[in-house]
């Protein structure tokens, strides 16, 4: 009978396999993705276009988180009163996402705009002719026209929305994403911690 060779000894050298872990390279990539949405919010968003025309920022009274329903819950934007069929523009420059009809909100357009915010116009009377999804827009574009639609009935006003995406689109309150001094990226990132409301 033939003797089988001993095995070849293995060197000492030899690095262990590592083993491929999903859980590590998804919690890498979550965190530079957030990493990069508050870089956005901190460093690229400027100060907003006041989005209704004859409406400057004196006369836009604050009114982010005022109770709604009876204290159950928390108004997530600001309402501008204005008449019927003035000019709805775009506060800054973005993509159309989404157009809409909500029972509550009436005609809304939903904007994906500059610094990661998402901006939520509700209540409009109708839509800017050939408005769609998929449009660039730019500060100033007309978006459509103030309304009453939804639960906003005898009252002609635009219910406007800022929503970050670096804290899962939570509001925030928009006033202060207009203030004509540009607020430094710390700053910024301070009060949209400070201002954030609740959720969808």
């Known amino acids: 009978m033939k003797e089988m060779p001993p095995p070849a000894p293995q060197s000492a050298t030899t690095a262990p396999k590592r083993r491929f ?3 590590r390279v998804a919690l890498a990539v979550f965190v530079f993705g957030q990493l990069l949405l508050w870089c956005a919010y901190a460093f690229g968003s400027g100060v907003l276009h006041p989005p209704v025309d004859g409406v400057p920022l004196a006369r836009i009274p604050p009114s982010f988180g005022a109770p709604r329903d009876g204290g159950r819950s928390r108004h997530q934007g600001i309402d501008i009163l204005a008449p019927r069929g003035t000019p709805v523009r775009s506060a800054a420059w973005g993509i159309v996402v989404s157009i ?9 357009v939903f904007v994906l705009g500059h610094g990661a915010l998402l901006f939520f116009y509700a209540h409009l009377n109708d839509y800017a002719p050939g408005l769609h999804v998929g449009q660039i827009v730019s500060k100033g574009t007309l978006l459509g026209y103030v309304g009453d ?3 906003a009935k005898g009252v002609t006003h635009l219910h406007f929305e800022t929503r970050p995406a670096a804290i899962l689109f939570a509001p925030i309150d928009p006033l202060r994403l207009m203030e004509p001094r540009r607020a430094r990226p710390a700053e ?8 954030v409301g609740e959720p969808w």
């Open 100 to 108: 809409e009809k909500q029972p509550r909100g009436g005609k809304v």
């Open 149 to 151: 639609s939804g639960n």
């Open 188 to 195: 910024r990132i301070l009060t949209a911690l400070a201002t």
């Open 21 to 23: 872990r999903p859980r």
